[in-house]
């Protein structure tokens, strides 16, 4: 993993023990790591250490989501920037939202008839790929308006995610 990615793991990680409330003490006590290990992570300079992952990733959405960024190096696992007020949150999810409908209902017409790329044109891959970026941004706006709803509402999405979805 390249040092910046380190970094961003980092950040994150220092963002969810601060959301989460949680020390970093604690969190070197409860995974049996030093405490300069995790400072180590929180300051980008060596990756979460193994046995911490599942308490980092229970303690808050954010820690899953670094653990998850760390482990792949998918930016889809990071959150969006700027304003993070919920009502700005809000709107750009709806934004998102709406983008992508309008996308995925011209797709579902110019899928109609096909079964793989050879049988698309190069502007319906084009299009396609386009509306891929475009989901992927809505479900990070969407995440992202879950996190902060989590650290502005306590609505304990880390529960909610560990629930059986049947």
């Known amino acids: 993993m390249a040092m910046a990615e380190m970094e961003k793991t980092g950040s994150m990680l220092r963002q969810a023990l601060e959301n989460s409330g949680t020390p970093a003490k604690c969190l070197a006590m409860d995974s049996n790591y030093s405490v300069d290990a995790v400072y180590a992570t929180l300051n980008g300079k060596r990756k979460i250490p193994r046995d911490a992952r599942h308490k980092i990733a229970q303690m808050h959405p954010l820690g899953g989501l670094a653990v998850a960024y760390e482990g792949t190096g998918y930016n889809f696992f990071q959150i969006v920037t700027g304003d993070m007020h919920p009502q700005n ?12 409908d309008e996308k995925l209902k011209q797709i579902s017409w110019m899928l109609i008839d096909k079964r793989s790329s050879e049988d698309m044109t190069k502007e319906e891959q084009a299009f396609i790929k386009s509306t891929a970026k475009e989901l992927i941004e809505e479900i990070r706006a969407l995440i992202s ?17 560990l629930e059986n979805p049947d």
């Open 145 to 161: 308006l879950l996190v902060v709803w989590e650290d502005q509402f306590k609505i304990q999405l880390v529960k909610m995610f």
């Open 89 to 100: 949150m809000l709107q750009k999810a709806l934004k998102e939202d709406a983008d992508v």
